[in-house]
């Protein structure tokens, strides 16, 4: 038999010490926070095998930290100018199930966004711009007076430039300049425009509380059906334009593995599409945990450490 040498009134006080972590920490979206993580890291070893420069580390793991502190921020805000949506479409979540305050959401934040911002102000100017312009852009997203988030179309272009195009010139900038060529920008046009529609496999779940809130996303304007349709060239145009930019010598990676790549995410591509026009209704009613939102998530980070590798290999 086990004995603990932790006293119950010890075990208690220490409970109430975690509670708030684990609170703080399922406020923040862990499962969120990995793609810009990766997204970061990939872009930086593309700078690093396209430009053949010394691998600044400490550089590249401080901006890698400010992406998913800034991301945990951008996901807060969201929550708090979501509390009508989430109370009905994730009363679980811990605002709307009444576990976090409005202060204590607001004080964390504040506190992220600083922090994140504080990270990448010691890598180099153009990381801290690009970081600086992202931040404002989150606040445009979920925030009034402008809260994109309530227009079908500014919502997925405000997504699709922060976390898809500005993502990946922000990692290349962290190693190199983002200034003397085009290919950073041209890899950045990739992954917008692959979040451009992917980025409404959220919306489905969440049609009545962002039509109770007035939050007009595709879904909601159009149906499940015709959102469905719309999106769907996104999960194939992304990674014909990989192969193009090895076509025109835009892109300087390893051109046999973004080739290989670029197969590899097309067939994938094309089975998300038919699973989400085979039976759009199932969309609405599975949540954030219907395959086509894992997809998603899971196509991101394989293209961002596919495309990493193949430029490693041209080095």
Known sequence: MAFSLVRPAEKSQNSLRMKPLRLYWAFARPFTL?????????GALIGYGATRVPFPFLDVALAVLAAA???A???????????KNDSINKPHRPLPSGKMTRREAWTFTALAYAVALALVSVVNLQTFVIYLAAALATVA???PPMRLKRRPFGSNFIIALIRGALLKVAGWAAVATVLASVEPWYI???YFVFLLGATTTKDFADIEGDRAAGCITLPVKYGAGWSARAISPAFILPWLMMALGVFLKVMTGNEAA???LSVVMLIWGSYVIYLINKDP???VSEGE?????????WMMMVGHLGLAGAYLLSR
């Open 34 to 42: 990995i793609p810009p993580m990766i997204g970061i890291f990939s």
């Open 69 to 71: 502190v800034l991301n």
């Open 73 to 83: 921020a951008s996901n807060a805000l969201n929550q708090i100018c979501d509390f």
């Open 141 to 143: 997203y979920s925030a």
């Open 188 to 190: 950045g046009s990739i």
């Open 258 to 260: 973004i080739l290989v």
């Open 281 to 283: 209704h199932r969309l």
């Open 289 to 297: 945990n219907h395959p086509a939102w894992h997809h998603m998530y």
